[in-house]
């Protein structure tokens, strides 16, 4: 029986003796193959094109590689054949991996070059699909559709685009603004459809809307459009597009979007007793920011539950210390309001006013405060607006005296109504 054990044994030892023998060979393959690997994927992914492919013939990485760069000097040098080289290098890329994105892309971007709209189209919006972060594929995309007029499809890739690269911006703004500008009944609904989603770029993209009457008029339309999405312009935004109006003298247009969006609605004066601030700029008070006062709506201690405007004012400084925007039609109004003082002389140093816009023809100053009283007093002020003045300014200003004198006010309760028919 030993002896059978000893012989069965014998062959088990002898193949323990020859892996023993030859693990050191083994190891010394694998650690040289291992190596070899480690050194090969910086070659793979940043060597040369031509360089990687002599290294590593079969990666998928590097054919696909050397198929962009034959691809942007087939650009370059409006090479067909290395155009065809692309081709064939992003094919092969992709039977190796048959989900790489770039490699899929370059096969579309050489189809295209061969005139093979379609295909590439095909191709292309699939690749899109499959990464939203492949940026040539959009761009192509964009333009292809956008010459199809395919707006909502070439607007979507642009989307995708400047969500992700804030450098591309301007280009593909402006594009946005000018298929907005030529082809309005198209473009516009389009763009407000993107904007309505609350973009990261929407911001940005009424920015750049501000410097030409041309934009503005963009922007105009986009508040008329958006107001019936689910993202309207906010107050500040639409304040915006209302102050940049103004500076370019556009207040028929501000007029015109005020009455469309119904923001605020149509009244004289805009929350005039100081607790409503649901009016967008400049139809709601602007409180001034200046040395020499400070103005603020707080609640008044005389009435604790009715907020009003305080001014504490040095009395020497020329300050406004409030203003907001009116549209009346021409005609006789007068101006009534609650004030009170709480220091100094306000009747003599804080004034009421009401000056054309555009223009500084000004129709109306008067005291502010009735007399220098701690308790709520009336103030009343009549007066005109010509027939060439289609917006107005009220404001409240200060009449600076000769030294300073400290001068707190309060006032409430701001209204405007017409004396008499229009026709009167």
């Not at 290098?89 to 490699?103: G, I, S, Y």
């Not at 370059?106 to 095909?122: F, I, K, N, P, S």
């Not at 041309?214 to 105009?220: D, I, N, S, T, W």
């Not at 907001?324 to 005609?331: D, E, M, N």
Request: hydrophobic share 45%; proline share 7%.
């Amino acid at each position: 029986m030993r002896d059978q054990a000893d012989a069965a044994a014998g062959p088990r030892a002898r193949g323990r003796g020859l892996l023993t023998d030859y693990a050191p060979y083994a190891l010394t393959v694998g650690a040289v193959w291992l190596g070899w690997q480690i050194l090969l994927q910086p070659v793979t992914q940043r060597a040369p094109p031509e360089i990687a492919v002599r290294a590593a013939p079969g990666s998928p990485l590097v054919l696909r590689r050397a198929a962009e760069a034959e691809f942007a000097a087939g650009q370059a040098d409006n090479d067909a054949r290395r155009y065809g080289n692309a081709a064939s290098l992003a094919r092969e890329a992709l039977v190796r991996a048959p989900f790489n994105v770039r490699a899929l892309r370059v096969v579309g971007l050489t189809e295209a070059r061969a005139g093979r709209d379609a295909a590439a189209d095909d191709i292309l919006t699939l690749a899109g699909n499959w990464s939203l972060r492949d940026d040539p594929a959009h761009a192509w995309l964009v333009e292809h559709r956008l010459k199809r007029g395919d707006y909502a499809s070439s607007f979507a890739h642009a989307d995708t685009l400047v969500r992700r690269r804030e450098d591309i911006r301007p280009q593909v703004f402006r594009l946005f603004t000018v298929a907005a500008t030529q082809d309005a009944a198209r473009a516009l609904p389009e763009i407000a459809r993107l904007i309505d989603a609350r973009p990261p770029w929407r911001q940005a993209y009424l920015d750049s809307l501000f410097g030409t009457v041309e934009g503005l008029q963009v922007a105009a339309n986009l508040a008329v459009l958006l107001q019936r999405g689910k993202a309207p312009l906010t107050n500040q935004e639409l304040a915006q597009v209302y102050f940049h109006l103004l500076e370019k003298g556009q207040i028929d247009a501000v007029r015109t979007i005020r009455a469309r969006l119904n923001r605020p609605p149509v009244a004289a004066v805009s929350n005039g007793g100081f607790g409503d601030a649901a009016a967008p700029q400049p139809f709601q008070w602007r409180l001034g920011q200046e040395a020499g006062a400070v103005v603020e709506i707080v609640p008044d201690e005389v009435r604790p539950a009715d907020p009003a405007l305080r001014i504490d004012y040095d009395g020497y400084s020329t300050v406004l210390f409030a203003e907001q925007l009116l549209f009346l039609t021409p005609g006789r109004y007068r101006l009534t309001a609650e004030a009170r003082a709480e220091a100094g002389e306000p009747g003599a140093r804080l004034i009421w006013s009401l000056t054309c816009s555009p223009g500084d023809l000004r129709v109306l100053a008067a005291p502010a405060v009735a007399r220098s009283a701690p308790v709520w007093t009336p103030v009343t002020a009549e007066f005109t607006v010509p027939g060439a003045c289609p917006g107005q300014w009220l404001r409240i200003e200060s009449r600076g005296g000769d030294r300073r004198t400290p001068t707190i006010a309060w006032i409430d309760r701001v209204a405007i109504a017409r004396l008499g028919s229009p026709a009167d």
